[in-house]
């Protein structure tokens, strides 16, 4: 390859299969080196497209595999290159011997999610469904399969698409009155221009709205037990998981590492996160390190349950919860009030009901009745919403912002319209604009895609 040419021209191939023993396995390679690779281990001279070719796949006179080989001819292939496929048997060492047998060509191995990031620099997918494979790939639920799906459809892309014909219909009519301002004059004096932002600024929030459902089904929610030492999240933890997980004891302290457990609710995966109690002063180091591992998690958090013995007095109880807001800011927030089989302490039940405590929601439990954990396992479904019947696509934290920045761009452009500053106004829809780009990739800084791809699997 010359000094000159494009990363891109260069041939790559991984093994697209995941690692173990399994009937089949597939090489994947793809650029201009492609055919010439199929040609080399196969005897091919000139493959037929999308032709199923039984053949022994051999290297100077050894034979390393029986199996299919495939020619994807430029454009019509996944990565909008030439891509040759070398379907062998799986295990741990056949597919690896074909491959190195390919690399050996002048061919590299591929990175995490090149073969997907040649596919949208080729033009082949958006942004959104290049995510949408991997979220398809790693979907725990069957919702946020069907989510990814629809993302790997263009569901999402075409709404977000849908939004930028609009905004950006709307800047042009704004710039024209800049420029010609008596032709222009009606559309603002007539109440349409603000009617207008009016109009797709609320048409941008129900878009952010069903992508944070579409980021919640794709990444799930993470909920932390948290609390003081006995106060029963352990317990809370093996009832909500059916299952024994982690050791209870009367004694403080019982817990020091971090277990959790994944379930399903409502469609929506939750991982359940069981931390060692926290309390002011322990001489014991290992549950020292437990309580630094309670407060990183309660940092990742997307639910804190903050856990209180109902059944007695709780004198820490207004300092955890200040801890914990402190912590974790944005994360949401919800009172389990423990042991309610052991009747209600006086104090404990006053300070539930005022200060700081009075704007949360307080569930009871108990963990020694069959329906004990029911009101909390709904308490937690419903922060989480409901599913949409139709048009759940998947989505994530990149989009979240993106639709966010757009929407306050919006919202400043209404403003300064009404103020009669269309200067102003029509720089907001710019941003607006290049910010709602990024989510489908037509405008795109080049770190933006590092990030994406880089945490793709690989042979994607
Ligand atoms: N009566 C009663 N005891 C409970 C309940 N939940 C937990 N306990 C007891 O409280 C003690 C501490 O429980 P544990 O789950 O280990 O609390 P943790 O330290 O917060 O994890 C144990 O002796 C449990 O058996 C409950 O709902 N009712
Ligand atoms: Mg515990």
């Known amino acids: 390859m010359g000094p000159g040419a494009s990363p891109e021209a260069e041939t790559i191939a991984a093994i697209a299969t995941p690692p173990g023993r399994g009937g089949i396995s597939v090489v994947r390679v793809s650029g201009p080196r492609a055919r010439e690779a199929l040609t080399a281990l196969t005897g091919i001279p000139d493959p037929t497209p999308r032709h199923a070719y039984y053949r022994e796949f051999s290297q100077k006179g050894e034979l390393l595999d029986r199996g299919i080989a495939l020619f994807f001819p430029a454009p019509h292939s996944y990565t909008g290159e030439d891509v040759a496929e070398f379907q062998g048997h799986g295990g741990a060492i056949a597919p690896q011997r074909t491959l190195a047998a390919v690399l050996s060509l002048g061919v590299r191995m591929a990175e995490p999610g090149e073969f997907t990031r040649r596919a949208y620099l080729n033009g082949r997918m958006d942004l959104t469904e290049a995510e949408a494979v991997e979220d398809l790939i790693s979907a725990s639920t069957k919702s946020a399969a069907r989510a990814a799906i629809a993302s790997l459809s263009g569901a999402f892309a075409s709404r977000v698409n849908t939004l930028l014909e609009r905004l950006t219909d709307l800047r042009a009519r704004l ?27 609320a048409d941008m929030e129900s878009c952010l709205a069903a992508a944070r459902q579409g980021q919640r089904l794709a990444s799930g929610l993470s909920v932390v037990l ?29 817990t020091r590492d971090v277990l959790r457990v994944d379930l399903e609710i409502r469609g929506f995966p939750v991982r359940i996160a069981d931390t060692a109690g926290l309390r002011r002063h322990s001489e014991d180091v290992i549950e020292r390190m437990g309580m630094e591992r309670a407060r990183a998690e309660i940092e990742r958090a997307g639910l804190v349950l903050l856990v209180i013995d109902g059944s007695s007095p709780c004198p820490g109880a207004l300092a955890l919860l200040a801890e914990v807001e402190s912590l ?39 963990t020694r009745a069959e329906d004990g954990v029911d009101a909390l396992l709904d308490a937690i479904a419903n922060r989480l919403g409901t599913l949409p019947e139709e048009g759940a696509f998947s989505a994530r934290a990149r989009h979240l912002e993106a639709l966010g920045k757009t929407h306050g761009s919006l919202r400043r452009a209404l403003m300064e319209v009404q103020e009669g500053d269309l200067v102003l106004a029509a720089e907001e829809l710019r941003d607006a604009q290049e910010t709602l780009g990024t ?8 770190d933006l895609l590092g990030r994406i791809f880089n945490t793709f699997c690989l042979g994607k």
């Open 175 to 201: 710039e024209a009155c800049l420029d010609f301002p008596e032709e222009h004059e009606e559309f603002l004096q007539s109440g349409e221009a603000v009617s207008t932002l009016v109009g797709l600024g």
């Open 226 to 254: 948290v609390g003081a030492p006995n106060a029963g999240k352990s317990s809370l933890m093996n009832a909500l998981a059916g299952e024994e997980r982690a050791i209870v004891t009367a004694v403080p302290g019982t």
């Open 328 to 366: 974790a800011p944005s994360a949401e927030l919800m009172v389990v009030r423990s042991k309610s089989d052991l009747g209600a302490d006086r104090t404990t039940s006053s300070l539930l009901v005022s200060g700081p405590f009075a704007q949360l929601e307080v569930i009871s439990t108990t």
């Open 439 to 446: 989510i489908t990739g037509k405008v795109t800084p080049d």
